[in-house]
């Protein structure tokens, strides 16, 4: 069965070599099915992704290191321009100048000067005319202090992608604790993005920019900074509905009676241990007791804690979302060229894994015809939930759930309440759009899935329950 594999290869500046490639790739039985080379950003750097069986892959694989494809040719040599943070204390950039010394890197530039805290930032430039040797340099000025690779727009730039993607997925491995076959498919993707945006006269630069500050602020909220706004909603019953929003990722709603649990949504994965904390701090007899999940659509930020309930509930088409990841198969979001990328790298960086079937439970029948469609209902207590399927235009699967008696109406991520964002929030949920071009599969039938969720379920009588943001109380102006 055949398999895609993307190679990164380093080919020489000479005319054929693509055509090299090219031959090896076509005599094996294998099929070119993306290639991107930039050359304004790395003079050899060239991205193939191949479809081919698995012997037919390692055939290529082998063929392209035998030519020197699959290894660092000599580059023509360049500036490197590198921020070391170093202590604020005497001699401190001495061990940085040493090491610099043993690899005999001319200096270009240096400068640096103090800052009114414990640290100082050297900026040196460095001439390097083997970039071999630069690798080694940077994972052994890692071992001596923090420091980033500077990079820079067209007009100014110095730096040779091969340094800089080796940067890029170092300092984001070391935030997050990757490991090398992470790494690797994380230069893969950004790379896939950066093609996506190149077409589209986007800053290839920017994509890094903006996959670095996905990783930071999933780094930045956890541990003790994970301060989740909770609010509660009163309910007709005399019960209360509680909702949880992260500074990264879904919101969560949680429903007690009789000892048992309901969920909506659940949030990213990385994010496990913060939110267990929180619903023992809500709930100290948490870990013993029953508990079940509503999930209003698969994307990644509203699933990742599937795993810890004792049943799941979703739609059927959700159901084959995560059943094509079991088998190994791309899930529906990831069928699309332009949003694949990125979930894989949020896949990478929220530690995402499909953890099975076996407590999954299909609610009503397969949605057919209109924007918005009842396919069944689901009771928990006393809560009664009409649920509607969406016509997939944010991401195939999505349900609405509806309380008719507490006038509660729970949309997933087809409305989110933009103004009810918090300012982390609002950074966070800003990437998206970025990086993927549009967080909607298809916008135009987003667009009238939303409208005839407002038309059924009026604003003005009903509280929306947003898969992000503040609880939208009825506005009766």
Sequence with gaps: MPVKKTFITHMPDKAGAFLSACRIISMAGGNITRVSYNKAIDLHMLFLEVSADENQLLQIEKQLNGIGYMQRE????????????????????????????????????????ENETEYQNFKIGLYVDDHSRMTH?????????????????????????????????????????????????????????????DERSGSPYQTFSYIGKFAEML????????????????????????????????????????????????????????????FRSLFPDFDSMKKSLLLTHPDLDHCGLMHLFDHVYLSAEAYRNFEREQNGEANYREQNVLHAPYCRISRILSGYSNTGLKNLTVIGEDRIGDPL???????????????????????????????????????????????GFRKEQAAFNALAPYLMTSVNMNSSLALAERKAVMDKFDPSVYSYCCGHGAIMKPNKA
């Design 219 to 278: 780094k930045k909220y956890s541990g003790d900074a994970f301060d989740p706004l909770i609010s509660r909603y009163p309910l007709k019953n005399g019960r209360e509905l509680i909702c949880i929003e992260p500074p990264c990722g879904s919101n969560t709603y949680i429903y007690e009676q009789n000892h048992e649990l309901l969920m909506i949504d659940c949030g990213f994965a990385c994010y496990e241990q913060e939110m267990l904390s929180v």
């Design 74 to 113: 000599q580059e023509p040599g360049q500036t490197i321009l590198i921020e070391f943070k170093l202590l604020d204390v005497p001699n401190a950039v001495r061990p940085v100048l040493e090491l610099i010394n043993r690899y005999a890197f001319n200096i270009t530039y240096i400068s640096g000067q």
């Design 373 to 419: 469609c009842y396919i069944g209902s689901f009771d928990f207590y006393d809560l009664h939930f009409s649920v509607y399927a969406g016509n997939g235009g944010h991401n195939k699967g999505e349900i609405v759930l509806c309380d008719e008696e507490n006038k509660l109406v729970f949309t997933g991520d087809i409305t989110v309440n933009i103004k």
């Design 137 to 197: 340099f940077l994972e052994e000025a890692a071992r001596l202090c923090n420091f980033k690779v500077l990079n820079y727009d067209r007009s100014q730039r110095i730096l040779d992608n091969a340094v800089f993607y080796l940067s890029f997925a170092r300092q984001v491995s070391e935030l997050l604790g990757l490991d090398k076959e992470q790494e690797n498919e994380l230069i893969t993707a950004s790379n896939h993005i950066m093609q996506n945006l």
